[in-house]
Structures are given as structure tokens and as C-alpha cells.
């Protein structure tokens, strides 16, 4: 995502200062880490290139199902464990 607004300087997606681009990459850094590295791993199980694990595949959706949740505001009334 960096990458391709990168590409496109004009668009201001990286903020019009240094202290906007702080920001930016404040929530931009967090992202990839914590968002697209599951859905990396949930590709691979899917997609064959890891060996298919029904514990870590629900791991995975479990994870994915509560940042989702929590970034849309929706509070889980379940323990979790």
C-alpha cells in the first residue's frame, strides 16, 4: 500500500508535511503487521501452499474476525480462550 501511494505523489496519501506523514505511517506499519500477516497465512492454508491444519486455519479467521469487529466498532460478548 506505501508503494502505490508512493507512485502517486500529488494524491496526498502519505500527508503534505513530515509531521502528516508520521501519522500516515503510524497506522500504515500496524496494518501490515497486524492485518495483512494472517490474511497471508489464510491465503497459503486456502491456496495449497501450506500444508491445510483445521486448529490453525480457525486461528487464523478467529484473529482475522476480531480486528475486523474491533475496527468496525462491534464488541464481542464471548470469551475468548
Do not use: R
Not at 508520521?22 to 500444508?51: C, F, K, M, N, R
Amino acid at each position: 500500500m506505501f508503494i502505490v501511494a508512493e507512485l502517486a505523489p500529488n494524491a496526498g496519501l502519505l500527508g503534505s508535511d513530515d509531521k502528516e506523514g508520521a501519522l500516515v505511517d503510524q497506522w500504515i506499519h500496524p496494518t501490515d503487521t497486524e492485518i495483512s500477516a494472517p490474511q497471508e497465512g489464510i491465503t497459503a492454508l486456502l491456496g495449497g501452499s501450506a500444508p491445510y491444519s483445521k486448529p490453525v486455519s480457525l486461528k487464523f479467521l478467529l484473529y482475522h474476525s476480531i480486528l475486523l469487529c474491533s475496527a468496525l466498532g462491534i464488541t464481542i460478548a464471548y470469551p475468548l480462550h
